[in-house]
């Protein structure tokens, strides 16, 4: 018996560009006998411009755990999205930049045929990234639990109060300060929020947790790296005179009380990218950023490279 195969499409269907280079991979996986799958958010739009044929819904018609793989159509928010929408699953998601920068994207829009018919040949290579496990405790009760990928911010609510917080480290004070917000990233945000902010650029191989102070009011507000075993705090004073609010991956939002502690430390489930062209991250870095390398000679012989 012929097992279906299901691939997750998602999409900001609300852009005429994404829009059809949905239609074009659900054609595209419909011609190749392979169910297409959406979020229900996306539905109508996809249903309206691809036609009729196989379509499934997902939550509604198939589960995550069903999913062999997700096709993501746009930048690194999209691919939030999808992370978001895939949490939990071994499906791996593969990306097609249609952004501007596209860290987490691996093929560009003019690929998209060739990204397609690889993912379809299972012609591809997994690379796992670590998340986030994020609590907010006020006193000893859990009142919130998420998860992110690329950082989780502690943020004041309100532009004309600053935040009064204590960041720690393992469960001991590092230093109190006045703050626009504090950032905890995996390697994968040190190219997006704490890159903003004047944090390090983490190579993503590396296992670690970077916490980045925002227009911190203290003489030592250093962004800082730790450990994957390491636990990273950020607690709002309760002589604060603004509001916080934590945000995950610019997509989850909670309201922090005063008093509240948020924790994060690394996450047992991470994200899973299929990979197409795997090589150094250093070249990303380079194409992404249009960094200037004129001049460079490189090792002079095989042996001297790295050195």
Sequence with gaps: MVTERHFLVVAHTGRDESLAAAVEVVNLLRAAGVVPVVDAESLDDLRAAAGDGALLVLGRDIGVGDLELVIVLGGDGTILRAAELARGCSAPL????LGHVGFLAESERDDLSSAVARALDRDYLVEERMTLSVRVKLGTEVIYETWALNEATVEKASRERMLEVVIEVDGRPLS????????MSTPTGSTAYAFSAGGPVVWPSLDALLLVPLSAHALFARPIVVGPGSSLAVEVLDRTQGVGVLWCDGRRAFDLPTGARVV???????VRLARLHPGPFTDRLVNKFALPVHGWRGPIDEEARGT
């Design 176 to 183: 109190s300060f006045g703050c626009d917000g504090v950032v």
């Design 94 to 97: 593969l990306g097609v930049n």
């Design 264 to 270: 994060a430390r690394r996450s047992s489930t991470p």
